[in-house]
Nanobody
Framework: QVQLVESGGGLVQAGGSLRLSCAASGRTGSSYAMGWFRQAPGKEREFVASISWSAGSTSYANSVKGRFTISRDNAKNTIYLQMNSLKAEDTAVYYC??????????WGRGTQVTVSS
């Protein structure tokens, strides 16, 4: 089993920054991609960003490109999401997830990000 725990969420003013972390524990293994997703009130969960095991490949939703940066530290079994120039529409619960066998199988419980305008 793999456990994922997100942290770093909070309340920030529009234009501000936050850095989310996601720590993995348990049978973490290797060679897996990780991702960040978010779910705003009344909306479906959506993809935010992903990163390959080597960190050589990243992908972003168009809505966050140029503002968010995903990174990882495999020695610490941790991924990060640096969020800059935050907007009110970024308000959501942010989840990290680990890919296994081509799909995101393991999920954290989420961390709330609230951006005030």
């Amino acid at each position: 089993q793999v456990q994922l725990v997100e942290s770093g969420g909070g309340l920030v003013q529009a234009g501000g920054s936050l850095r989310l972390s996601c720590a993995a524990s348990g049978r973490t293994g290797s060679s897996y991609a990780m991702g960040w997703f978010r779910q705003a009130p009344g909306k479906e969960r959506e993809f935010v960003a992903s990163i390959s095991w080597s960190a050589g490949s990243t992908s972003y939703a168009n809505s966050v490109k140029g503002r968010f940066t995903i990174s990882r530290d495999n020695a610490k079994n941790t991924i990060y999401l640096q969020m800059n120039s935050l907007k009110a529409e970024d308000t959501a619960v942010y989840y990290c997830a680990r890919e296994t066998g081509g799909s995101y199988r393991y999920w954290g419980r989420g961390t709330q990000v609230t951006v005030s305008s």
